[in-house]
C-alpha cells in the first residue's frame, strides 16, 4: 500500500529513470524499493557521484533499463545527474500532512501499509499530537481496518495469478501471499490463499525444466545459480552468504522487521524441487544442478560441495570460510563465507500451531536481532552479504505415516517420495493423489520422484503441521536479499 503510493507518486510508469529524494529514510522503514524491484527497476542507494559514475555506467547510458535512484537528505546531487532523471521529493509530511509525523516517527513499528489505508479516509486535520495519537490507536490498528487492507490483497492476489506467465510474475505473486498470510496470522484473522496453489504448480510443471536459462541480471533464477551471480555482483569479490534454512517469504515479512538502518535490495529465487535440505541447499552452495551432486539425499558432502565450488571461482582454501550460528566471524583472508543458520527450520519441524504459530515463533526471534547483528558485523568486515533459503514451508494435514512400503531412498522430508521401484509408482500417486515430478527437471533418471498435492503430507492421519520438500508457491519461490558494503558502510 506505502511502496504502491510511493511508486504512483514518483510517476514510476512513466520513466525508466527515477530519483526519490528520501527525506525521511522510508527506504529503511518500509523498503519500497522491493515493490519497484517487482516493477522491473534496478535499485541504486546513492552515496556521491563519483561512487555512480564509476559503479554504475549503465544508469546513465542504459536506455532499455530501469533504474530508481535512492537520495537521501544529506547528499548532494549534481544537476547533470538530476536532468537525467524524473525527481520526486518523499517524506512522512508530503505522504501524510493532516498528521503529526513526530508522533508517527516515535511509532517505530508502526505498519505503514496499514497507516495508508487508514489515511485514505481521513477528511480533517488532526496534526495535534494527542489527535494522531488517537488516529494511530482506533484507526489504523482497528479489526475493520485490517480486515479491509487483507481484503483488498486478496482480491490483488487472485488477479495476479489470472494474468501470472513468467517465472517473475510468480515472484510478485509469492511475496504479496506472503504478506497477506503473515498479517492474517498477526491479527488471527482467517483468509485464503493456498488457493493459488494449483496454478503455480501447473507453472512448474511445464516450465521448470526451462528456468535455468532464463537471464537476469538482478538475481539468479535458481538457487543453483547463485553462487555465480554473488561473485559477479560482489564488490571485490569478497561477499559472505547466510543461509536460513527453510525461511519462506512469509518468515521474511517478519524478520526483515530487524533490518531497519540496513539497505537492502529484495528479490526472489527458485528453489531446487524436491524442496528438501539436501538437495536444494547443497545445490545453492554447490553451483551444481542436483543430478550433478555426489549425493543429493544427504548433507555430508555439503561443504565440501561449497569449497570446491568457491575453488572453481577462484579463491583459494585459505579464503574460503563455512561456519554455522549467528556468531559466526570470518578472519581477516576469508573472501568467500558461508553461514548456516537453522532456526527457522527447527520452529518448522517442531510447529504446531500452523502459520499462527510460525507468525509468533518467528515474532520472538525477530525481536532478539541476531541475523541483524551478524549482518552488521559482516558489512564491517568489508563482506557484501547475501541472505536466501534452501527452500520454504508450508501448512499440511498429514494423511497417514508410510512405513517403509517398498520405499528404497527416502529423505525426511514427509511432503514427498523418491521411488527406485518404479513399479510401485502408480499404486501411490493413485492412492495419495501425488504429483509425479518429471525426471528430465535436473534429476537423476534412476529414480521416480513423487510430491504431495497442496496442504497434505505423509504425517500422522489428521496432524497439523509446517513441512516442506513438495512444489507449493510456499516452499518454492525464496527471498534473496542483496547487501552491499559500499550502501552501509557510509
Same mark, same amino acid.
Given at each position: ?41 534496478? =535499485? ?15 544508469? %546513465?547510458?542504459?536506455? +532499455?533499463?530501469? /533504474? ?13 545527474? #538530476? ?28 505498519? /505503514? ?29 482497528? &479489526? ?10 486478496? *482480491? ?22 506472503? *504478506? #497477506?498470510?503473515?498479517?492474517? *496470522? ?17 507453472? =512448474? ?13 538482478? $538475481? ?59 538437495? $536444494? ?18 548433507? $555430508? ?14 579463491? $583459494?582454501?585459505?579464503? =574460503? ?61 568489508? %563482506? ?26 527416502? &529423505? ?25 515430478? +518429471?525426471? +528430465? ?7 521416480? /520422484? ?29 527471498? %534473496? ?6 550502501? +552501509?558502510?557510509?
Amino acid at each position: 500500500m506505502i511502496a504502491e503510493y510511493i511508486y504512483e507518486k514518483a510517476e514510476a510508469d512513466y520513466s525508466n529513470r527515477v530519483l526519490l529524494m528520501d527525506l525521511d529514510d522510508l527506504e529503511s522503514l518500509t523498503h519500497y524499493s522491493t515493490y519497484f524491484s517487482l516493477k522491473g527497476f534496478s =535499485i541504486i542507494h546513492y552515496q556521491n557521484d563519483l561512487q555512480l559514475r564509476s559503479e554504475y555506467d549503465n544508469a %546513465f547510458y542504459d536506455d +532499455n533499463g530501469k /533504474y530508481l535512484l535512492i537520495v537521501s537528505k544529506e547528499s548532494y546531487v549534481p544537476y547533470d545527474i #538530476i536532468r537525467r532523471y524524473r525527481c520526486t521529493n518523499i517524506s512522512l509530511s508530503a505522504i501524510f500532512p493532516k498528521l503529526n509525523t513526530s508522533v508517527i516517527k516515535d511509532h517505530s513499528e508502526i505498519n /505503514y501499509d496499514l497507516l495508508a489505508l487508514a489515511y485514505k479516509d481521513l477528511f480533517v486535520d488532526i496534526s495535534d499530537c494527542q489527535q494522531t495519537e488517537r488516529f494511530i490507536r482506533t484507526a489504523v490498528y482497528s &479489526t475493520t481496518n485490517v480486515q479491509t487492507f487483507i481484503n483488498i490483497k486478496n *482480491a490483488e492476489l487472485h488477479s495476479l495469478v489470472q494474468s501470472a506467465v513468467t517465472y517473475k510474475d510468480w515472484c510478485e505473486v509469492a511475496n504479496l501471499k506472503a *504478506a #497477506i498470510d503473515s498479517m492474517a *496470522a498477526e491479527y488471527e484473522l482467517i483468509i485464503e490463499t493456498d488457493d493459488i496453489h494449483e496454478g503455480f504448480v501447473s507453472f =512448474i510443471l511445464e516450465n521448470y525444466g526451462k528456468l535455468k536459462g532464463k537471464p537476469d541480471t538482478d $538475481s539468479p533464477v535458481l538457487v543453483s545459480q547463485a553462487m555465480d551471480f554473488m561473485y559477479e555482483n560482489s564488490d571485490n569479490h569478497k561477499f559472505a552468504i547466510i543461509v536460513m534454512d527453510g525461511m519462506s517469504e512469509f518468515d521474511w515479512t517478519i524478520i526483515s522487521r530487524s533490518f531497519n538502518g540496513i539497505h537492502y535490495i529484495k528479490s526472489d529465487v527458485y528453489a531446487m524441487i524436491p524442496t528438501t535440505t539436501s538437495v $536444494s541447499r547443497q545445490c545453492l552452495l554447490s553451483n551444481k544442478l542436483p543430478l550433478m551432486l555426489k549425493n543429493p539425499w544427504s548433507q $555430508s558432502k555439503e561443504k565440501n560441495e561449497f569449497i570446491e565450488c568457491a575453488e572453481r571461482l577462484g579463491f $583459494s582454501s585459505e579464503q =574460503i570460510g563455512y561456519d554455522r550460528g549467528y556468531e559466526a566471524d570470518f578472519g581477516p583472508f576469508i573472501r568467500c563465507g558461508a553461514v548456516i543458520i537453522n532456526d527457522v527450520d527447527d520452529i518448522v519441524h517442531s510447529q504446531k500451531y500452523s502459520r499462527t504459530g510460525m507468525y509468533r515463533d518467528i515474532s520472538a526471534l525477530t525481536k532478539q536481532g541476531q541475523l541483524a547483528k551478524l549482518v552488521k558485523r559482516l558489512l564491517s568486515n568489508g %563482506f557484501d552479504v547475501f541472505i536466501t533459503a534452501d527452500h520454504g514451508n508450508t501448512p499440511c494435514v498429514g494423511m497417514g505415516q508410510l512405513k517403509k512400503l517398498g520405499v528404497e531412498t527416502e &529423505t525426511k522430508s514427509r511432503r514427498m517420495l523418491v521411488l527406485k521401484d518404479f513399479a510401485d509408482s502408480q499404486s501411490y500417486k493413485e492412492q495419495y493423489s501425488l504429483i509425479e515430478f +518429471n525426471k +528430465n527437471n535436473y534429476l537423476s533418471k534412476d529414480y521416480c /520422484y513423487l510430491l504431495c498435492g497442496a496442504g497434505a503430507s505423509f504425517d500422522a492421519r489428521g496432524e497439523r503441521v509446517m513441512s516442506h520438500g513438495g512444489i507449493t508457491i510456499d516452499e518454492v519461490i525464496v527471498p %534473496f536479499i542483496t547487501i552491499k558494503a559500499v550502501d +552501509n558502510n557510509g
